[in-house]
């Protein structure tokens, strides 16, 4: 009889390894000297069944497992680098915050699976997410009907709730949530904001907002001086070089660059404009932020934007207005909201590792195929901050596999030992030597 979260944890590998189903799990099995007793495939099949039937209290329990390994792996990444991997944004790095990113992406199914529905990128299911951007992990997950929303209210509480959980404990006191415009809510803003308000912790969120007639208005009537110009990932002035400029690419005449985004913030006008508080309903906290550059070829754009030539977006934040340093300036408001967009390696990385290969009919169980498949991502996020260096720490998972979980190795017998032995021609025999001997050298969980 094989204990049924030893297979759930010999599935996640073999998924971070490059099994896109259980079949594949098989592999496994065929090297039991270097992996053990391993679970037939069918016995992982009934694993998985038997985690649907069973319903919530399993899935609490496998939470709680993975958050608890979660604290050990944490607290040997911040022995190992001193603390854990800061915030980055615009050239700088936010250390003492842990970041969570919430979003929620398609998942194409090409069968009739249940609760695969039509949505608007076609058919399949639609799950959400919450990562952590400091070590690039899953933190919670949802798997929901592909006909679900993208702001829907109750999920994102569920989740923010779930992801906050997830956390170590001394990780949870200063945070930042970031959520992108679809995902924007009332209830998820006063949630967020109610978060914010407890003794002891520190919580920033900064949320996309929706242009209407209101924002619209209040755009029409920032001054030109009021807008400050916008920079890029690397913490400079987004500008081009204008048509007539100099010949000398590295002048310092104005007439010469063009600024191609700037930032203003909007929380004055809709509060204290002609037409009274618009924000009313709103968290008195809450800071409503514009940015507006100038549109790609073929972007879809109001009349607004088509009669000033200006794309807009906005965003709200708690971020107090008396905020001093660099991180109280409008650009790198702008910019920490910006970097929300590194979510999407996430979910890339995770439709790498499973997610969206969903291998039954039956809802429940492809829910327990999603908790495996981000189990791995996790187990991949981990390997990369304990054991990895230089690209391999910043690497995709199938170049994690090329390079190192796939490379030609023996493992032999000899002196009551057991070694690895890799062929030294290989370009990174010594990242996974090092790997190997940092991995051996952590300490066992309590």
């Known amino acids: 009889m094989h204990d049924r979260g030893r297979v759930l944890a010999d599935l996640a590998c073999a998924i971070a390894d490059g099994a896109r189903v259980i079949s ?37 329990r496998l939470t ?99 992801a906050i959980a997830a956390l170590p404990p001394g990780f949870r006191r200063k945070l930042m949530i970031t959520c992108d415009g679809a995902g924007a809510s009332h209830d998820l803003v006063r949630h967020l904001d109610k978060l914010a308000a407890r003794r002891g912790y520190e919580l920033t969120y900064s949320v996309g907002w929706a242009l209407s007639e209101r924002e619209k208005t209040a755009l029409r009537l920032v001054p030109e001086q009021a807008w400050q110009a916008a920079i890029d990932g690397r913490g400079e002035v987004r500008e081009r ?3 007539g400029a100099c010949a000398s690419s590295c002048c310092a005449h104005q007439a010469c660059w063009i600024e191609e985004a700037h930032v203003t913030e909007l929380t004055g006008l809709l509060r204290e404009g002609p037409r009274g508080d618009q924000l009313k309903a709103w968290p008195a906290a809450m800071r409503v932020f514009a940015r507006r550059e100038r549109p790609h070829p073929g972007a879809q754009l109001t009349l607004l934007e088509a009669e000033d030539g200006w794309r807009y977006s906005l965003w709200v934040t708690n971020r107090a207005a ?23 390696d996430v979910i890339r990385t995770g439709k790498d590792c499973g997610l969206g290969h969903f291998p039954s009919h039956d809802f429940k169980i492809n829910a327990a195929w999603l908790t495996a498949s981000m189990t791995a991502q996790i187990l991949l996020a981990w390997l990369k901050l304990l054991a990895l260096d230089g690209d391999l720490a910043k690497a995709e998972p199938r170049t994690l596999r090329y390079r190192v979980l796939h490379a030609a190795a023996r493992l032999v017998h000899g002196g009551r030992r057991r070694r690895l032995k890799i062929q030294a021609t290989w370009p990174w025999a010594d990242a996974i030597t090092t790997a190997w001997q940092r991995v051996n050298a952590l300490p066992q969980p309590p």
Request: glycine letters at 8%; one cysteine or more.
């Open 322 to 344: 008396d905020t001093r340093g660099w991180l109280g300036q409008a650009a790198y408001v702008d910019a920490a909201h910006r970097v929300h967009a590194r979510v999407e």
């Open 241 to 243: 070089r204008a048509d």
């Open 64 to 162: 709680a497992a993975v958050n608890t390994a979660r604290r050990h792996a944490w607290a040997q990444a911040a022995a190992r680098h001193g603390t854990l991997p800061g915030v980055r944004l615009a050239g700088r790095t936010l250390d003492g915050v842990t970041c969570i990113r919430l979003d929620a992406t398609v998942t194409f199914a090409h069968s009739g699976k249940e609760l695969a529905e039509a949505n608007f990128k076609g058919f399949g299911h639609h799950p959400l997410l919450a990562e952590c951007d400091n070590t690039g992990e899953p933190l919670a997950w949802m798997l929901r009907r592909g006909s679900a929303g993208s702001n829907t209210a109750a999920d994102h509480v569920v989740l923010v709730d779930a």
């Open 24 to 60: 594949d799990f098989r592999v496994m099995a065929d090297q039991r000297e270097l992996f053990g007793l391993v679970a037939s495939v069918p016995t992982a099949w009934r694993t998985l069944q038997e985690i649907a039937r069973a319903g919530a209290p399993t899935e609490s």
